[in-house]
């Protein structure tokens, strides 16, 4: 199963599942995001989306963390079973920023809505579709997202999460042409805030990423002024942020 916690001091969190966990999410994320053509409108939050996508890959590389976690079995209950063997599951891990976590968490349900669509046809409620209701890809997607609500449940205050829900989960977010550029600002600026007001400013990283406010927009209008004056896509303007070397997590 899945989960997610905070890394110490709330850069972001930490991502565990087994072999088994990962490699189904990798492969659900992949089927997902196949329905839209690269390139298209919806490439900025695609790419956003394959990033957690390389780490997932890269775990399962045995190129990120690994973390030994109880299963439960104590020495009584194996020897009641005739087990041989470890009371404890091997479990990948890899990081992800908050504000990173949050836009990709919002852009999953676009692109799941999209495919579920595009599956089932001409069907007025396509996510209620035979063809998608018990869907795989949909169904681990979605409960990748359900892991990361659980963790936001748990580490903002009660009176703020149906709040930050309803904002996450608006149908008037817009991923057209989205510039994720905004969101290495928000990245670098969360990287730089101490733990106390890391802790305190995820929901405002939620709010501003889902409201799309003025600073937003102005990034938006200078990362489309240059990809007109460039003759590319906005995906190939880079941020003028940088990110550290080093993140202290």
């Given at each position: 199963m899945i989960y997610l916690k905070n890394t110490p001091n709330y850069a972001g969190v930490t991502v565990y599942g087994d072999y088994l966990d990962f490699d189904q999410l990798y492969e659900a994320l992949h089927t997902i995001l196949r329905e839209n053509e690269e390139g298209g409108p919806y490439e900025g939050a695609r790419l956003r989306i394959l990033g957690v996508c390389y780490d997932i890959r890269h775990a399962l590389m045995g190129n990120r963390e690994i973390e030994f976690v109880d299963n439960g079995l104590d020495r009584d209950k194996m020897r009641h079973l005739s087990i041989v063997g470890s009371d404890k599951n091997l479990y990948l891990s890899f990081k992800v920023l908050w504000p990173e976590l949050l836009f990709v968490t919002i852009a999953l349900n676009e692109f799941v809505k999209q495919y579920a669509t595009n599956q089932a046809k001409s069907?007025?409620?396509?996510?209620?579709?035979?063809?998608?209701?018990?869907?795989?890809?949909?169904?681990?997607?979605?409960?990748?997202?359900?892991?990361?609500a659980k963790c936001i449940e748990e580490t903002i205050p009660a009176t703020s999460y149906s709040r930050i829900m309803r904002l996450m989960n608006t149908n008037y977010f817009n991923l057209y042409n989205y510039a994720t550029q905004y969101l290495d600002e928000l990245n670098c600026k969360f990287i730089d805030m101490d733990k106390t007001k890391r802790q305190k400013n995820i929901t405002i990283m939620a709010k501003r990423i889902a409201e799309q406010g003025q600073k937003y927009q102005k990034v938006k209008r200078d990362v489309m002024e240059?990809?007109?004056?460039?003759?590319?896509?906005?995906?190939?303007?880079?941020?003028?942020?940088?990110?550290?070397?080093?993140?202290?997590?």
């Open positions: 069907s007025y409620k396509p996510m209620e579709d035979f063809r998608n209701i018990w869907d795989p890809s949909i169904a681990h997607v979605k409960g990748f997202q359900a892991a990361i240059a990809a007109r004056e460039y003759q590319c896509s906005m995906t190939n303007i880079n941020s003028l942020v940088e990110y550290p070397e080093v993140i202290d997590w």
